[in-house]
């Protein structure tokens, strides 16, 4: 098979290019950057999933639909 498990020395080798393409002083950066933004996206999904429950919907009265209803017609006089 093509698609197999990643082994230490292909792990060292995908280090070693990203080291060559970053250079040494880059990479804290990046791993500073790349770990804010995972945590703003781990929040933001948080915060949806949590709306998502606070925002059941609730059968609407029948008496609140007229209400609705009468309020939106202007008055004719």
Do not use: C, N, W, Y
């Not at 080291?19 to 880059?26: A, D, H, I, Q, Y």
């Not at 999904?45 to 609705?68: F, G, I, N, R, W």
């Amino acid at each position: 098979m093509m698609f197999r498990q990643i082994g230490p020395t292909e792990i060292l080798i995908i280090l070693g290019v990203v080291l060559l393409l970053f250079g040494g002083k880059k990479l804290p950066e990046l791993a500073r950057g790349s770990g804010k933004a995972l945590r703003i996206f781990k929040t933001e999904v948080k915060a949806m999933h949590d709306d998502d429950d606070d925002q059941t919907p609730k059968p609407a009265s029948l008496e609140t639909v007229e209400a609705a209803e009468r309020d939106k017609k202007p008055e004719q006089g």
